[in-house]
């Protein structure tokens, strides 16, 4: 990655008219990831002036800012208790210490990435997004949004209930990416199933959950069938990490560890 400007900027307006005045232009949060790129970038914009780095907890919200680390995510002591730590539990098998300290809850969650291990867990937590220009929308939406460079995320927002959850993930050493990650949530009103890493991006196993919420009582065979129609509704490919047969008998496997936990 080469940087011709770097502007550090003290006002949203500020970062938004370099957004949309330049195609060449870009964001740096963590900057962990980008600096991957082989990109040459005209402006980076830093949002670390604005105040955008703190969780705020109020009686029905989690509110993170956008520049929050994935370790001060991670360190939170609310967020340790809520779902069963589910955030959390995401987030900590993310490579080491060192790089969780750099990586931003904003960069994870605007980049998209198919092997995100946080996405997953985000959608089935019910998961808003704050937008300079796009204003609140759901992460479901965002996922869903064909091309998207052209605004800021400022915050994360996750409605407060209360329920069990449970985030697994299948890598092949504790460094790599996984090979499949999957979030099982089950709360007084519904159960939801988001998988991942597939490798292409997270998404809910819709039919899945139409299946399980029909039922107030879970035997083995609900959940045997849940798990079944999951990995058939879900499309899954191959890539260097695994085979997509081998990403379907995860997947089965996976959603029904993590229905046993959450029923
Ligand atoms: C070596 C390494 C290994 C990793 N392994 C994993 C893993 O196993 N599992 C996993 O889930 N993740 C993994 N990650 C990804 C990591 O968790 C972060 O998601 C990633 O680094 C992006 O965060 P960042 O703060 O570095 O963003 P950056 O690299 O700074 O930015 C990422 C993208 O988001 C855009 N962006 C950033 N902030 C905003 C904003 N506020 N509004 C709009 N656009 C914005 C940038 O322009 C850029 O396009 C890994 C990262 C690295 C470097």
Redesign the pocket.
């Known amino acids: 990655m080469k940087i011709n400007n770097y502007h550090k900027v003290n006002t949203l307006d500020e970062a938004y008219a370099l957004i949309t005045g330049n195609k060449s232009s ?11 790129s082989k990109k040459t970038i005209e402006d980076a914009i830093d ?1 670390s002036n604005l105040n955008l780095d703190k969780i705020v907890e109020a009686e029905e919200t989690f509110e993170i800012g ?1 520049m929050t680390t ?1 370790r001060n995510v991670e360190k939170n002591q609310s967020l340790q208790n809520f779902y069963d730590g589910i955030i959390v539990k995401s987030i900590s098998e ?2 080491g210490i060192q ?1 969780r300290n ?3 809850i ?3 969650v ?2 998209r ?1 198919g ?4 996405i997953p867990v985000l959608l089935v937590l019910d998961t808003k997004l704050l937008f300079y220009k796009k204003g609140t929308i759901t992460l479901e939406e965002f996922l869903n949004l064909k091309g998207f460079n052209s ?4 915050k994360i927002i996750i409605n407060k209930k209360i329920g069990k959850a449970k985030f697994i993930s299948m890598r092949k050493t504790s460094n ?3 090979v499949i990650n999957v979030a099982v949530l089950k709360n007084d009103k519904e159960c939801k199933i988001a998988v991942g890493a597939r490798p292409n991006g997270a998404i809910f196993a819709k039919k899945a959950m139409e299946y399980i919420n029909n039922f107030k009582t879970y035997n083995k065979e609900v959940i045997d069938e849940c798990a079944s129609i999951t990995s058939k509704e879900i499309s899954f490919g191959s890539n260097s990490r695994a085979s997509k047969e081998y990403r379907v008998e995860l997947c089965r496997v996976l959603v029904k560890r993590g229905l046993q936990e959450v029923l």
Do not use: E, P, V
């Not at 870009?26 to 991957?36: R, Y």
């Not at 605004?151 to 400022?154: N, R």
């Open positions: 870009s964001i740096i949060a963590g900057g962990a990831w980008l600096k991957f949002l956008c994935l993310i490579m790089i750099i990586a931003t904003g960069g994870t605007a980049g990435y092997f995100s291990d946080l605004d800021i995320l400022i790599d990416f996984s």
